[in-house]
């Protein structure tokens, strides 16, 4: 026997298959916002929906012999802008992944949704095609900086959009930014109590970044300097602790009970089936994990789906990068996770992460016992140097 085989990560195994979400990618936008690095293409007149919907259908009926007999648990439209769809579309949609899969009767199915691209009827619809919580690309209350973000709805719009989620859906969220080109930390506060005044069960905060292939990354405009928006950090922190919201994860907000049960199956590795342009999948079996890619260009994709090729890339990960997948998923979480998760999601041993661990808690970045494992105050503040300890062993 080779050495290399000897000292190579031994393959995942499982007793048995973690939870299944099904993610489902809708690509287009009006407008291409400049920060953002998601898989979206604006929309040149309209968006070939009956189209898009047969290729989504197909490419499911592909997949079905990856999962078969497995439970789906959440469902999730994401973008792009999924609301740029009928919803006539959407329930379409829903009721091909009814035909051909066991949805829970529970299950949580969330839909984004941005202001300026609905209206009360569309809204109603959506409740009545199957979509039980929606995701509301706010990202500001103040007119000047959706404007500098590029959004296509101005401040009252988003008041508008939510008063009308709000007649129809117990559970919502909304999407906010901060640390915007030209905000205070007054402003970024202000934005929150905004927020806090529709009672929303979940809210996101995200601090903006400059991402790579972005409009921003090229032209990068004056963003609060990096104490500045620590303070900001901290402010909308306290604001959302005071109204009795449990941060969660590092940008989730949640009244009990009310965590995004999609994102959450993301964050403990559990497994999800994407289907539509540019979706990725992670899908356990009892000796692997498969990784799959769609095409990401709509066009191509379709065209694949048609013939039983959306896939574009599909791959293995090996018992030498599962430890750093899942620590870079569980590691979101600022109560981090129970010891057994590990085994359990990640199908290796403890000891696969047991120097990195060790390693780690040295450095004052996770605190860990018997049973759990969590980000300190300093982790959650340094999660890419955290996570950097278990990308090393990847490498």
């Known amino acids: 026997m080779a050495l290399s085989s000897i000292l190579s990560p031994q393959s995942p195994r499982f007793k048995s298959l973690p939870p299944l979400s099904l993610y489902i990618h809708i690509p287009w936008c009006v407008r291409k916002c400049p920060y953002c690095d998601f898989n979206s293409h604006e929309a040149r007149g309209d968006a070939p929906e009956q189209d898009y919907v047969a290729a989504l259908t197909a490419d499911l009926e592909a997949a079905l012999p990856l999962i078969w007999g497995r439970k789906i648990y959440t469902v999730f439209f994401g973008g792009g802008t999924p609301s740029l769809f009928s919803a006539a579309g959407i329930e379409q949609i829903i009721e091909a992944v009814r035909a051909r899969l066991p949805l829970s009767v529970e299950a949580e199915i969330t839909l984004e949704a941005n202001p300026g691209t609905f209206e009360m009827e569309k809204f109603r619809a959506y409740r009545a095609a199957g979509v039980n919580r929606l995701s509301i690309g706010i990202q ?97 922190e306290a604001r959302l602790a ?29 497994d999800y089936l994407g289907i539509g342009a540019g979706a990725h999948s992670k899908i356990s079996f009892p000796d692997r994990i498969l990784r799959q890619a769609r095409h990401k260009q709509p066009k191509q994709y379709m065209e694949g789906a048609a013939t039983g090729n959306a896939v574009q890339e599909s791959h293995d ?35 696969v992460v047991l120097k990195q661990l060790e390693q780690a808690e040295q450095k004052g970045l996770i605190a860990r016992d018997h049973q759990r494992v969590e980000p300190t105050a300093l982790g959650r503040r340094f999660l890419n140097d955290l996570l950097q300890i278990f990308l090393g062993e990847k490498l």
């Open 140 to 236: 500001s209350f103040n007119a000047t900086h959706l404007k500098s973000l590029g959004r296509i709805h101005n401040d009252d719009e988003a008041r508008r959009a939510i008063d009308i989620a709000r007649e129809h859906f117990d559970n919502f969220n909304l999407d906010l930014m901060y640390g915007l080109p030209g905000q205070s930390v007054a402003e970024a506060g202000a934005d929150i109590d905004a927020a806090l005044v529709y009672a929303p069960p979940h809210l996101s905060a995200y601090h903006l970044t400059l991402e790579p292939n972005t409009y921003f990354h090229r032209y990068p405009p004056k963003l609060p300097d990096d104490d500045t928006a620590a303070e900001m950090q901290q402010a909308v």
């Open 242 to 270: 005071a109204a009795g919201y449990r941060h969660y994860e590092t940008s989730a907000f949640a009244k009990p009970g009310k965590q995004s049960r999609h994102n959450m199956n993301y964050w403990t590795f559990g």
């Open 317 to 351: 990960i090996g018992g030498d990068e599962v430890g750093f997948e899942f620590m870079m998923n569980a590691l979101r979480l600022n109560g981090g996770f129970p010891l057994v998760l590990f085994e359990e999601r990640a199908g290796v041993p403890l000891t």
